[in-house]
């Protein structure tokens, strides 16, 4: 079984110029959600989103061409893919030719579906059209400024959440507090959150005191996701929730997961001030 210890993360390698499939390393999702306590079917729907920002090619003469790129990796895939192997993958591209563009975004969809499990769709953004675009800001109110007093930073706490009403309401609720550690190198890893429900009121103190108990865990971003909704929805039971991370960057990749209860609409992909 692949394993993050296996992997390229963490270790000295060398970025090759020429297209090679093969460095892209798939880890299965199965383990940690059993860990979770998450078992089949699913309790949720939902996407993993990615966007690379350092993406480069040849024409058909050599010349270079460069894009943005919109990935999404549906959440029955049984893998995900390391984002150090992703990053070298894309980078393998940058001295290798190809006819046309289309030919291209079939083979990297192609590339990724095969290493994931499952179809991956894969949208080439021009540079003038991503600059064009605005920053968008997660809707929602925000729970950042409530005057608590913090004395504990991990691990995940469950037992922070509660609600503090028994009727039932619609609520979006953001925080930009989120912060979880990469589970090999140690490096952070920074996050926008928006939740969506209908159920109970959530108690505001303890919520924001449970997504700040993330601070010095380490988990990769989808897996960080998972565990939140499932926490909210075992302690809370909303009848409905979904919960959207929006994570800043590294090596020129952001990972948005999203988690929902089945019938909710997958998000878009909006840019935030951070990202």
């Keep these: 079984m692949n394993s993050v210890e296996n992997s390229t993360l963490g270790k000295v390698v060398a970025y090759g110029g020429q297209y090679d499939a093969s460095v892209l390393y798939p880890i299965p999702r199965a383990e940690k959600r059993v860990e979770i306590g998450i078992t089949e079917p699913l309790p949720f729907s939902g996407v993993d989103i990615w966007n690379a920002y350092e993406f480069s ?6 010349k270079p061409k460069v894009a943005l790129i919109e990935f999404r990796f549906p959440i029955n895939s049984p893998n995900i893919i390391e984002s150090k192997s992703f990053k070298l993958y894309l980078n393998s591209y940058m001295q290798t030719r190809f006819a046309d563009t289309e030919t291209m975004r079939q083979q990297i969809s192609r590339d990724l579906s095969q290493a994931a499990g499952a179809h991956v769709s894969v ?4 540079v003038n059209a991503m600059a064009s675009a605005e920053i968008d ?9 409530l005057p608590l007093e913090i004395s504990s930073y991990g691990p995940p706490n469950a037992k922070y959440l509660s609600v503090d009403s028994g009727s039932v309401i619609d609520e979006v609720l953001v925080s930009h507090l989120l912060k979880s550690n990469c589970p090999v190198t140690g490096q952070p890893d920074w996050a926008s959150l928006q939740i969506r429900y209908r159920g109970p009121r959530l108690d505001r103190d303890g919520l924001l005191r ?4 993330y601070r010095e865990h380490n ?4 897996q960080c996701v998972e565990r939140i909704f499932i ?13 959207y991370a ?12 999203f988690r929902a209860t089945p019938g909710l609409p997958n998000p878009g992909n909006p840019r935030t001030a951070r990202q």
């Design 219 to 222: 988990e990769f971003h989808e």
């Design 231 to 243: 926490d909210i929805l075992r302690e809370c039971s909303p009848q409905r929730l979904a919960v």
């Design 123 to 126: 949208m080439l953004v021009t």
């Design 246 to 257: 929006r994570y800043t960057r590294r090596g020129g990749l952001d990972i948005n997961p």
């Design 210 to 213: 449970y997504l700040i108990s």
């Design 137 to 145: 800001v997660l809707e929602g109110t925000l729970i950042d400024d």
């Design 57 to 62: 090619w040849l024409d058909s003469r050599g």
